[in-house]
């Protein structure tokens, strides 16, 4: 493994093995503190720049005083000033020639190398340099050329701009250091601070979690609406996820009640029945087919009630099974077995013109059912030979008993599981049938109402979208 893939497996251990809020402090400490050590080195050269480029705008003007003041016909090689002993002006010069045979008897002050020589014979432009004077203070020279075959150098001492360029140096390392500090507190406690509400949600769903109580929420932090963070907004959407499930999980638990009750009756029944059968030899044949009648009716009953709670355990239609039906057929051919079912009651079918040749997506055996329990509830609830009108329109199914309709106070309880209301209490039925009935139409994309019909009785409106 080459040293780069071990370096990048490394950091992935590391942010592995790391929470979120020290990643985050990490990464927000580096990316400021990477600004603050640009900034400051940036601004280090910067003013070295200008430092050294005042000293520099000095020694040109010294150089151009000193070839006015030297300059004559015939050529002076050699020192010319000062011996660069004071911080500031003068400046020290020489004239250097371009041949080393002119050079003078005496000694330079400043050093003189070949540079020197090509830029006294025009060969090199002018340029700066650092030197050290032989009083070991530092220096900065300047060579130009001084007229055809000579060049002058001039220097100044250096200090101030060492110097200055020291205590830059020094001073931006503390405000770089500072800055770096800074940024390591700015990380953490703006990963804190930006990391609370997620901490809260982690801290509600471990404790979700661990007491299996969906009743928590996400304390949110106050603001206007409407112009909440992301953070804020997830912790939102968390708490109507939580209240969701909590309706889910309410439910569910209502669900088993409900059912645990009503299974109670009859399978006490059955068993009664079962050991009374048991028993045929104590029995006369009439008692024998009364409990064998008692028996198969409280089977169907039972099968019938397990068969709803399945039913009523699905929320959604599968999605391979779905495909087009024409509602007025199938409406057709349910209020036609509705009719062999109840033959006490009269059924009476109305299709509009639009709704014969319309289709939607759909299950037919659960649209079947949905229609079938609408029709089983009416007929259950009409008088003897009472009358249960159907009619079907473009977008909505409609069927009206003329029975004693529904209470103001059982409208809100009509499509409740096992709700029944006082009046139908003595009937048979589960109390299934309905909330089976708009399931399924939710299930389609429907809406099912109930409502008290004008005249008596109930209708109940299915619409399509």
Same mark, same amino acid.
């Given at each position: 493994m080459?040293?780069?893939?071990?370096?990048r497996?490394?950091g992935?251990r590391?942010?592995?093995?790391?929470?979120?809020r020290?990643?985050l402090?990490v990464?927000?400490?580096?990316?400021?503190?990477?600004?603050?050590?640009c900034?400051?080195?940036?601004s280090?050269?910067?003013?070295?720049?200008?430092?050294?480029?005042?000293?520099?705008?000095?020694?040109a003007?010294?150089?151009?005083?000193?070839?006015?003041?030297?300059?004559?016909?015939?050529?002076?090689?050699?020192v010319?000033?000062g011996?660069?002993?004071?911080?500031?002006?003068p400046?020290?010069?020489?004239?250097?020639?371009?041949?080393p045979?002119?050079?003078?008897?005496?000694?330079?002050?400043?050093?003189?190398?070949?540079?020197?020589?090509?830029?006294?014979?025009?060969?090199?432009?002018?340029?700066?340099?650092?030197?050290?004077?032989?009083?070991?203070?530092?220096?900065?020279?300047?060579?130009?050329?001084?007229?055809?075959?000579?060049?002058?150098?001039v220097?100044?001492?250096a200090?101030?701009?060492?110097?200055?360029?020291?205590?830059?140096?020094?001073?931006l390392?503390v405000?770089?250091?500072?800055?770096?500090?800074?940024s390591?507190?700015?990380?953490?406690?703006?990963?804190?601070?930006?990391?609370?509400?997620?901490a809260?949600l982690?801290?509600?769903?471990?404790? %979700?979690?661990?007491? +299996? =109580?969906?009743?928590? @929420?996400?304390? $949110?932090?106050?603001?206007? /609406?409407?112009?909440?963070?992301?953070?804020?907004?997830?912790?939102?959407?968390?708490?109507?996820?939580?209240a969701?499930?909590?309706?889910?999980?309410?439910a569910?638990?209502r669900?088993?009640?409900?059912?645990?009750?009503?299974?109670?009756?009859?399978?006490?029944?059955?068993?009664?029945?079962a050991?009374l059968?048991?028993?045929?030899?104590l029995?006369?044949?009439?008692?024998r087919?009364?409990?064998?009648?008692a028996?198969?009716?409280?089977?169907?009953?039972?099968t019938?009630?397990?068969?709803?709670? %399945?039913?009523?355990? +699905? =929320?959604?239609?599968? @999605?391979?099974? $779905?495909?087009?039906?024409a /509602?007025?057929?199938?409406?057709?051919?349910?209020?036609?077995?509705?009719?062999?079912?109840?033959?006490?009651?009269?059924?009476?079918?109305?299709?509009?013109?639009?709704?014969?040749?319309?289709?939607?997506?759909?299950?037919?055996?659960?649209?079947?059912?949905?229609?079938?329990n609408?029709?089983?509830?009416?007929?259950?609830?009409?008088p003897?030979?009472?009358?249960?009108?159907?009619?079907?329109s473009?977008?909505?199914?409609?069927?009206?008993?003329h029975?004693?309709?529904?209470?103001?106070?059982?409208?809100?309880?009509?499509?409740?599981r096992?709700?029944?209301?006082?009046k139908?209490?003595?009937l048979?039925?589960?109390?299934?049938?309905?909330?089976?009935?708009?399931?399924?139409?939710?299930?389609?994309?429907?809406?099912?109402?109930a409502?008290?019909?004008?005249?008596?009785?109930?209708r109940?409106?299915l619409?399509?979208?």
């Open positions: 080459s040293a780069a893939r071990a370096r497996a490394l992935a590391w942010r592995r093995r790391r929470p979120l020290t990643r402090a990464a927000a400490s580096a990316a400021v503190a990477l600004v603050a050590i900034v400051c080195t940036a280090f050269f910067v003013l070295r720049y200008k430092l050294y480029q005042q000293l520099d705008q000095n020694l003007q010294s150089a151009t005083l000193a070839a006015q003041q030297h300059r004559s016909e015939e050529r002076d090689y050699g010319l000033a011996e660069c002993r004071y911080l500031g002006a400046a020290c010069a020489q004239v250097v020639p371009a041949a045979a002119d050079d003078p008897g005496k000694p330079y002050l400043l050093p003189v190398n070949r540079s020197t020589r090509q830029v006294a014979a025009g060969e090199l432009a002018a340029y700066y340099s650092n030197f050290t004077l032989p009083n070991g203070k530092p220096g900065r020279m300047l060579t130009t050329s001084y007229g055809k075959g000579a060049a002058v150098q220097a100044l001492r200090d101030i701009a060492e110097r200055g360029v020291r205590q830059t140096a020094a001073i390392s405000v770089g250091g500072a800055g770096v500090l800074l390591a507190l700015g990380g953490y406690w703006v990963s804190r601070t930006g990391l609370a509400p997620v809260r982690t801290a509600t769903a471990e404790r %979700i979690a661990a007491t +299996r =109580d969906a009743r928590h @929420r996400i304390e $949110l932090p106050p603001g206007p /609406p409407g112009r909440e963070d992301e953070v804020t907004r997830l912790a939102a959407t968390f708490n109507t996820m939580l969701e499930l909590e309706e889910s999980v309410a569910r638990r669900l088993v009640a409900d059912a645990s009750h009503e299974l109670r009756t009859p399978l006490t029944a059955l068993r009664t029945n050991e059968l048991a028993r045929a030899d029995l006369n044949e009439a008692q087919d009364r409990a064998s009648g028996l198969a009716r409280q089977l169907r009953e039972v019938g009630l397990v068969n709803d709670l %399945i039913e009523l355990a +699905r =929320d959604e239609e599968p @999605r391979p099974l $779905l495909e087009d039906v /509602p007025a057929p199938l409406v057709a051919h349910v209020v036609e077995a509705a009719r062999e079912h109840w033959p006490g009651v009269v059924f009476t079918l109305d299709v509009a013109p639009d709704a014969a040749g319309r289709t939607l997506p759909g299950v037919p055996a659960r649209l079947a059912r949905l229609v079938t609408l029709l089983d509830n009416a007929a259950k609830f009409s003897p030979g009472g009358l249960v009108e159907v009619s079907l473009g977008r909505e199914l409609t069927v009206r008993d029975g004693p309709g529904i209470a103001e106070e059982d409208l809100p309880h009509v499509f409740d096992f709700y029944r209301a006082e139908a209490r003595a048979p039925g589960s109390g299934l049938g309905l909330a089976m009935a708009r399931q399924i139409a939710h299930a389609h994309g429907a809406e099912l109402h409502e008290a019909a004008p005249g008596g009785g109930a109940f409106r619409t399509w979208p």
